[in-house]
């Protein structure tokens, strides 16, 4: 699969024809830097040795991206499922020990105080961190919640349904949601949601073994709950987790309303009593569903043409992707949900990973994950492994500010009236977005401080949530598939609280949009200049280079909330 892809840096410190998948060629490589970082006389030679660790973890997480990607393309081939395992069995939990001894190592050597303190700081910061949380029971526990996770991702990858007489994946089902007529749409998604159903005990059971690992986890690490060791072990130095709460009711008392404004909107458009769950992704004036493409290489072609007009660094980062085939967007079954894009640690290049069904949707899924791999590109040339990803916060910046500042060119899809419909289309998708992640958010708290709750009570507890978050949408009859939405947000799954992130990113990347309206060129240079920091900075000063607040208050939200009002009142009052 990537058969064009080569070391971005030759080699220093490990060789060649090092085999990052076995432990057993790993161990040695590890024995040498333990053994330098304790033989270090000077702040010199321990940054030889920092530089060295982290050219050997590039490698190491090259070789689990690799896998990683190579078993969401199948998730049926065997082979692949198999080589994954055998890397989050034998290698990762070897690989965590070994860096916690040398995080230790480093954060009480007698030298460390003369490396470069600001070029250090944050490297510092998290060994620190890594030496506080580490806890060597914890990790067999982070192995076995790894698989179970997998299992998941297995599981619903692998669920179809058949309408009209197809089979069809449950991703390429939400096609028929955009449909004008409402009784296809509500068959459509009510075979979906039953579908889902079937399958209900078994995704409580996996999230129940998933919740009882991550418990024992955080009381392994001395925390009272699994929610705030989360959080540290996010290194969320620069937020807390009632900051988070705060956020959820800004959400509620800004956003919220607006929501509830364009279900209203939505309702009296369709002439209906109600909105309902299978009322909410369709044109409301009964118009076909936006097509933007019929084939994943026109998806690609227009997509670079957006790029071409944006900003001449991100034309040519795209097109080298292309290239290279680092783009597999065509939704297939037996591929894992959803979209992600990836870094190949060593190559210095990223990967997009994504479910093209022909959906505007997927234009702007391209675009965000375009984003990150543009984070990805702007920062190659920094030695440092860790430098090289930014805290999540400020990733996903990248990634829907690309979404805001590339919508300005969805002409490239459409004509003028079908140009319109897909902005606001997005911009309705952003208002709906936050309560959503509100939502995710504020019932993973309720999942980790209620410890001992039933599955009864956790579907009652995301009920009440969505009765809080969810707008104006009536679940009349259909009130298990609303209690057991949740199971399609593989985040519950995969990575507990990895979500919050998303709203607060949000905040950020309408920022840039706004800086945009008023300088483009001058918004463009600073997203470049903050993103090829990396993670070389402290969270809040990624925000500023970038020219935007770090703040999680109404402050923040309500003036978001007012530009996305009025840029959709102009958006539907010029036809």
């Not at 920092?50 to 050997?56: A, K, P, R, V």
Request: charged fraction near 25%.
């Amino acid at each position: 699969m990537f058969e064009k892809i080569s070391i971005h840096t030759p080699r220093q410190f490990v060789t060649e024809e090092l085999n990052p998948g076995d432990w057993h060629s790993l161990e040695p490589l590890f024995d040498q830097l333990e053994r330098q970082m304790a033989e270090a006389n000077n702040s010199t030679q321990l940054e030889e040795a920092i530089i060295n660790w982290e050219e050997l973890s590039a490698a190491i997480a090259e070789e689990n991206s690799k896998r990683y990607i190579a078993m969401t393309c199948k998730t049926d081939d065997k082979s692949a499922e198999q080589a994954h395992i055998n890397f989050i069995e034998t290698v990762e939990p070897e690989v965590k020990k070994r860096c916690y001894s040398l995080s230790k190592a480093l954060s009480s050597h007698p030298h460390r105080d003369g490396l470069p303190a600001k070029r250090y700081e944050v490297f510092t910061r998290d060994a620190a961190l890594e030496v506080e949380l580490f806890q060597p029971e914890n990790v067999p526990l982070e192995t076995e919640t790894a698989k179970i996770g997998q299992q998941y991702q297995k599981l619903i990858g692998g669920l179809t349904v058949t309408f009209d007489g197809e089979e069809r994946t449950l991703v390429q089902m939400g096609i028929f949601l955009e449909e004008p007529d409402r009784t296809l749409r509500q068959k459509a998604w009510e075979l979906t949601a039953k579908r889902r159903l079937e399958e209900a005990e078994k995704i409580d059971n996996k999230l129940d073994k998933l919740t009882k690992r991550r418990n024992q986890m955080s009381s392994n690490a001395g925390f009272p709950n699994y929610r705030d060791y989360a959080h540290r072990r996010k290194g969320r130095f620069d937020y807390t987790p009632e900051d988070c709460l705060a956020f959820h009711d800004a959400i509620e008392q800004e956003m919220v309303p607006l929501l509830k404004e364009l279900h209203n909107e939505r309702r009296a458009a369709l002439g209906i009593d109600s909105v309902r769950p299978w009322d909410t992704a369709n044109d409301p004036h009964g118009r076909s569903p936006l097509k933007p493409f019929d084939q994943v290489s026109k998806l690609i072609h227009h997509t670079q043409s957006i790029f071409d007009q944006l900003d001449s660094d991100l034309a040519g980062w795209f097109r080298t992707m292309h290239e290279l085939d680092l783009l597999d967007l065509a939704n297939r079954k037996g591929k894992a949900p959803g979209g992600y894009q990836d870094s190949l640690a060593e190559a210095r290049m990223p990967f997009i990973f994504m479910n093209a069904i022909g959906v505007q949707r997927d234009v702007e899924t391209l675009l965000h994950e375009a984003g990150h791999a543009f984070h990805t590109m702007a920062c190659q040339n920094e030695p440092l492994y860790s430098y090289r990803h930014a805290p999540i916060e400020f990733c996903e910046v990248a990634s829907m500010a690309m979404e805001l500042l590339g919508g300005e060119y969805l002409g490239e899809f459409y004509d003028t009236e079908e140009m319109r419909r897909a902005r606001i289309a997005h911009l309705e998708g952003i208002v709906f977005v936050f309560p959503w992640i509100a939502t995710v958010d504020a019932f993973q708290h309720w999942l980790y401080l209620n410890p001992n709750h039933s599955v009864s009570e956790r579907d009652a507890a995301w009920s009440d949530l969505i009765d809080r978050f969810g707008g104006n949408v009536n679940w009349s009859d259909h009130e298990m598939a609303k209690a057991k939405l949740w199971h399609k947000q593989l985040h519950i799954f995969l990575h507990p609280f990895y979500y919050v992130e998303y709203g607060i990113a949000q905040l950020g990347a309408l920022q840039v949009w706004a800086n945009s309206k008023k300088d483009c060129s001058g918004a463009l240079t600073d997203y470049k200049a903050a993103l090829a920091l990396g993670g070389s900075r402290p969270l809040p000063e990624l925000f500023e280079r970038c020219n935007i607040r770090f703040d999680l208050s109404s402050n923040t939200v309500a003036p978001m909330a007012d530009l996305l009002r009025k840029e959709l009142d102009t958006l539907k009052n010029n036809r």
